[in-house]
C-alpha cells in the first residue's frame, strides 16, 4: 500500500490527511536523521491508535463487566427485572439521584416491606380488638347470668350466710365477702 492511497482511506474515513511529520526529510540532513523524525512521528501516531483503542477497549470491557453483574444480580432477585421494567426504579432515581440501580431497587423493596409491616400491623390491631370486645362481651354475659354483686345472699347454697352466727356474725361475713370481692377486682 503507497502513502498515496493511505492518505485517500484517511480522508474518506473522515480523519483528513495524515501530516507530515514534525521532522520531514530535508535534501540537506543526513538520511539517518531523516528517517528517524519520521519514525519518531509514525511511533507518535502508533501510540495514539493504541491508546484510543485500549481506551475504547476497556470501556467495552467494563460494559460488560456491568452486564455480567447485573444478570447475576437479576438472577438473585427476581422482582429487579420486574421492578425496572415497571419504570418504579427510574422514578426512584429521579426523586434521589443518588440512587443507582440497586440501590433504588433496594429503596423500593424497603418501601414494599414498610407497606407490608404496616398492614400486617393494623390486622394484628384488628384482631387485638376484636378479642378484647369478645373478652368483654363474654365477661358481660357472664355477671348477667350469675347473682351478681347487689344480688341478696342465699342461705342454702352458702353455709356463711344459713349460720352466720358460727362464723362471727352477718357483719362480719359481709364484710369478708366484700374484702375477697375487692382483691379479685384488684381494688
Given amino acids: 500500500m503507497d502513502a498515496h492511497t493511505d492518505t485517500d482511506a484517511a480522508a474518506r474515513a473522515g480523519e483528513g490527511p495524515t501530516p507530515p511529520p514534525a521532522t520531514a526529510p530535508t535534501p540537506g540532513k543526513a538520511d539517518g536523521e531523516a528517517w528517524e523524525g519520521l519514525l519518531r512521528g509514525i511511533e507518535e501516531r502508533v501510540a495514539g491508535l493504541v491508546e484510543k483503542g485500549l481506551g475504547r477497549l476497556g470501556g467495552e470491557i467494563q460494559k460488560a463487566r456491568r452486564l455480567e453483574a447485573e444478570a447475576a444480580f437479576t438472577a438473585r432477585h427476581p422482582d429487579f427485572a420486574d421492578l425496572k421494567k415497571s419504570g418504579r426504579l427510574d422514578a426512584l432515581r429521579r426523586d434521589n439521584p443518588l440512587l443507582d440501580e440497586v440501590g433504588a431497587y433496594f429503596a423500593a423493596r424497603l418501601e414494599h416491606e414498610r407497606q407490608d409491616m404496616a398492614a ?36 342454702a347454697a352458702d353455709p356463711e350466710m344459713a349460720d352466720p352466727a358460727r362464723f362471727g356474725g352477718i357483719n362480719a361475713v359481709l364484710a369478708r365477702r366484700l374484702a375477697t370481692r375487692r382483691t379479685t377486682a384488684g381494688n
Avoid at 387485638?128 to 345472699?153: D, F, I, N, W, Y
Fill in 120 to 155: 400486617r400491623l393494623e390486622e394484628a390491631a384488628k384482631d387485638a380488638e376484636k378479642r378484647v370486645l369478645e373478652g368483654l362481651r363474654v365477661r358481660r354475659q357472664a355477671a348477667t347470668l350469675s347473682q351478681g354483686l347487689g344480688a341478696a345472699p342465699s342461705g
